[in-house]
């Protein structure tokens, strides 16, 4: 059982104070959440309690005896498991291997008895995965539940969750909450991070805010509202409605006809300019196959794809890239959307690093780099900025800013946008919702694609249902929802 104190926590990245003077106490029992925008220093504190970073001042304390939590390892056997926004598996090895990896073991393995009592965990907490499966062969939402297999079967006593429940679906979280209230009951502690307030409401027993890098009030979850909560973590805030003008473009901007690629199948659907079509459905039902084959990643086994009037069905992606006003935000922006060890204004050049007037004669311009980074920061709100940094020390909503800053800048035609606002606070939220909606204005095509339900109907004028592979329906996003579930789940209304 953990009992967790921290006593003046301090962390700085070069001028930057991601954690300052933070003292905290996470009790027994209890589902505890921590709040606050993006580089509010939510994430630079929970990497200290899981190892990943060295506090530069202050004490941790677990059950009243100071610790040292210096390594993933030693965090683990203190019995804290983290499962982070990021995941840390590798997608060469099997789920079972990724699960075992690490764990301790005199001179054999023990497969055998290892798989049975990881396959207990999975059916006692219904995650249906398969332990054969190679990572980088399954979905987002498929490697969170391999994230919290590793940490239950390591016997954490103390669990850190980094936005849980972003690739699940409503029935999903559901049993996910009672899976985590069940963890509780048996004395267990958590550490729940989200930008769902309605989520923390709902789960939390305790809530702390932090506000760049300071706890501004810890407090029992008594007649909270998201609203007041809102109004604690980023001050007075007025909630934008979003409103959807209706518009009477009629150019079919993208058209795919009876595509048939791995775990998707015959396929058919078009998207006029000033339209957003909506995709809806558990992680993993083809959505990312879906993306690439039209990015052209992959190809496809028949069908066709159209850009206006142009055939790309066997376009590379440079070309697509190069010749196509296509903005693309992709669902996992550290390994795909952006380069971690480069500077802001390099990632935000990454698709026009060869042309004027970023590159004169071979040579990068740093000045025209420089504006258009300052530029980017000060319309989205990117924060926790210092001279030279990388973005892979930025936290991830405000990486997903440089990702949307990049690929709306010059105001493509077609937006493919998946998972566009997964990690962002409310403010950031509806700042990318709201010029996603004035690129639909400008006659942008959007092909927008969320698991967060209520996110994608809200956005969409159509909204297409995904079940294995398949479009179940291309329905109105203000379907009931019962309806909207079934499809969900491969069953057809009556």
């Not at 003046?8 to 029992?29: E, P, R, V, Y």
């Not at 390594?71 to 291997?97: C, N, T, Y």
């Not at 606002?421 to 694609?449: F, M, S, V, W």
């Not at 909204?463 to 057809?492: C, Q, S």
């Amino acid at each position: 059982m953990v009992e967790l104190r921290l006593k003046n926590i301090t962390k700085k990245f070069g001028s930057l104070t991601a954690n300052d003077n933070i003292s905290l106490t996470i009790n027994q029992g209890t589902i505890h959440a921590i709040l606050g925008e993006n580089g509010a220093g939510k994430t630079t504190l929970m990497n200290i309690l899981s190892g990943l970073y060295d506090p530069d001042r202050g004490e941790i304390y677990i059950n009243n005896k100071l610790v040292h939590i210096n390594s993933s390892k030693s965090a683990i056997d203190l019995g804290i498991g983290m499962i982070h926004q990021h995941f840390m598996l590798v997608p060469q090895l099997s789920v079972l291997e990724n699960i075992i990896l690490g764990t301790k073991g005199k001179y054999t393995l023990k497969l055998k008895q290892k798989r049975l009592e990881i396959q207990q965990l999975i059916d006692d907490y219904k995650l249906e995965i398969d332990l054969d499966a190679k990572v980088e062969n399954i979905s987002v939402g498929m490697q969170q539940r391999v994230e919290i297999l590793k940490v239950l079967y390591r016997g954490a006593k103390l669990l850190i969750l980094d936005e849980p429940t972003a690739v699940l679906t409503p029935g999903e979280i559901e049993n996910f909450f009672n899976i985590l209230r069940q963890f509780v009951n048996q004395g267990n502690t958590i550490i729940f991070i989200s930008h769902k307030l309605e989520e923390v409401i709902k789960l939390c027993d305790v809530v702390t805010i932090l506000r760049r890098g300071k706890v501004i009030n810890t407090f029992e979850n008594k007649n909270l509202s998201p609203q007041k909560l809102a109004t604690m973590m980023i001050g007075e805030h007025t909630k934008t409605n979003l409103t959807k003008p209706r518009l009477s473009y009629t150019e079919t901007i993208l058209k795919v006809d009876n595509l048939l690629v791995k775990n998707i199948h015959n396929i058919s659907f078009e998207i006029k300019a000033g339209e957003i079509l909506g995709i809806a459905g558990v992680d993993g039902n083809g959505q990312q196959e879906l993306v690439s084959v039209i990015m052209g990643f992959i190809k496809p086994k028949k069908g066709k794809i159209k850009y206006k009037d142009i055939d790309i069905t066997n376009w590379t992606t440079e070309d697509i890239i190069k010749q196509l006003s296509i903005g693309y935000i992709p669902e996992d922006r550290k390994t795909i959307g952006l380069v971690s060890s480069l500077s802001i204004g390099n990632n935000l050049i990454l698709k026009q690093y060869y042309t004027y007037p970023f590159n004169q004669w071979g040579i990068l311009q740093k000045k025209a780099i420089q504006t258009v980074e300052n530029k980017a920061i000060t319309n989205f709100d990117i924060r926790g900025v210092e001279p030279n940094i990388t973005v892979g020390k930025l936290s991830g909503g405000n990486q997903q800013k440089i990702i949307l800053a990049r690929e709306l800048a010059n105001h493509p035609q077609l937006i493919i946008a998946m998972q566009p606002t997964r990690g962002l606070d409310i403010a950031a939220t509806e700042y990318i919702q709201q010029q996603l909606l004035k690129a639909r204005e400008n006659g942008a095509a959007i092909l927008y694609i969320s698991t967060e339900l209520e996110e994608v109907r809200k956005m969409s004028d159509r909204l297409a249902i995904i079940y294995r592979g398949k479009f179940m329906d291309i329905i109105n996003p203000n379907t009931d929802l019962e309806k909207i579930g079934l499809l969900m789940m491969g069953m057809t209304p009556e």
